[in-house]
């Protein structure tokens, strides 16, 4: 495996770059984080610059590219904006452009194209976390109309987002996993409930309660096939994985590059603080786990696109890039001192945000769940 970029690679994330540097200043986010505002201005111009639909089928107007080109993409995005979690849009995008019917398409590559909010994933509930087969929101069929009933919880954009991709359960399904279909429910409908949760980052995004009391909808806002939603969903949870780990390495390479930096400037006891072994040893570990992390992510997105599965890297890699984006933002924290610890510095940022990465898309707990049981499987086989 050769990670050297290529000649397309270098010439995309520079132009992404220079964008980015020109454009939107830190001081731009730091606004958009302190004010809980999405940054459409930023959305709509990575959108007018062609990057907004990195990944996305030529049909639909995208830019077509490899698995290891869309991490990078997704890598260099969060480095430049010390923000982990701006394009994981894409991957609720994968879902509909797989399963969905013409119009869902149309109508979500419409909103995507613009780099407005187009959809949110409505999966978790109160009693349903990583515990998906607890699901018990349901669809039931009345008059010739579906009726949706049930609360979501923890569903990222749900109050400007107009649609949400709903997942409900058959409940007298004796195999849960096999009773899930997947909705494109119009967030606008009557019945439908939506209250802010309160959180200590991803201020951007807001994360929200959705309550459902007898919701509207027509049989042709099924996605897919009923029954099968589940699957549908196992499909994108690896891709998932993937950009959520670039969102961490992306990030941990911005809070490197700022306590390096910081390192070769402070002077305390009349030296630059780079020059004391402690805090050289900080530095030399960073370094260690960023070269880990990319290592581990890139080899399983080159696996991706090479048709072997990622079953079990992509657990490993969402585990260990979720746990070492966190030491490495923690430690630039600990070299810039009571500097990082403020608002004022995008490292207190990034080090509020790069948490939930260890939570959402699969706990990391979950993530050893995953991995260990396939590779018990595969050893026994």
């Known amino acids: ?53 990195m990944g996305i089928p030529e049909e639909y107007g995208g830019t077509p590219v490899d698995n290891l080109t869309l991490i990078m993409f997704c890598e260099e995005i969060a480095r430049l904006t010390g923000t982990s979690y701006l394009t994981s849009y894409l991957i609720y995008v994968d879902d509909v452009l797989s399963f969905g019917t013409e119009e869902q398409k149309r109508i979500t590559m419409d909103l995507v194209a613009k780099g407005d909010p187009s959809l949110c994933l409505g999966i978790s509930e109160p009693q349903a976390g990583s515990d998906n087969n607890a699901m018990t929101s349901t669809a039931t069929r009345r008059n010739g109309k579906v009726y949706i009933n049930g609360q979501k919880t923890f569903i990222t954009n749900a109050s400007f987002s107009p649609y949400m991709l709903c997942m409900t359960r058959d409940l007298d399904n004796p195999k849960p996993a096999k009773g899930v ?30 309550y459902l009391d007898d919701v509207e909808l027509e049989e042709s806002d099924l996605v897919g096939k009923e029954n099968e939603g589940f699957f549908q969903l196992m ?36 030296q630059k603080i780079g020059s004391f072994q402690m805090i050289q040893q900080k530095l030399v570990d960073m370094q260690i786990k960023l070269h880990n992390m990319r290592n581990l992510l890139y080899r399983c997105a080159w696996e991706k696109d090479n048709g072997i599965s990622i079953q ?14 966190c030491e490495v933002v923690d430690d630039a924290m600990q070299i810039l001192g009571s ?5 004022d510095h995008r490292v207190s940022r990034m080090w509020r945000d790069l948490r939930v990465g260890r939570i959402g898309g699969g706990t ?14 595969a050893l026994n086989n």
């Open 1 to 53: 495996m050769d990670f050297r970029k290529t000649d397309e690679q270098e010439m995309l994330l520079q132009s992404v770059a220079e964008l980015v540097t020109r454009d939107f200043p830190d001081s731009y986010f730091k606004n958009c984080d302190a004010q809980h505002k999405y940054p459409i201005e930023f959305m709509r111009a990575l959108c007018e610059a062609g990057f907004g639909l």
């Open 181 to 210: 279909s997947m909705w494109f429910l119009p967030l606008n409908k009557k019945g439908v409930k939506i209250e802010p949760l309160d959180k200590i980052g991803w201020n951007m995004r807001p994360s929200c309660e959705v």
């Open 235 to 270: 499909k994108n949870f690896e891709i998932e994985r993937l950009v959520m780990c670039a969102g961490s390495l992306g990030c941990a390479q911005a809070a490197f590059n700022d306590a390096i930096n910081y390192a070769n400037q402070r002077v305390q006891f009349g």
């Open 312 to 325: 079990i890297t992509s657990a490993l890699a969402k585990r260990y890039c979720a746990q070492a984006g």
């Open 339 to 343: 500097v990082g610890y403020t608002n």
């Open 364 to 377: 990391d707990e979950i993530m050893v769940y995953i991995a260990a049981r396939s590779m018990l499987k």
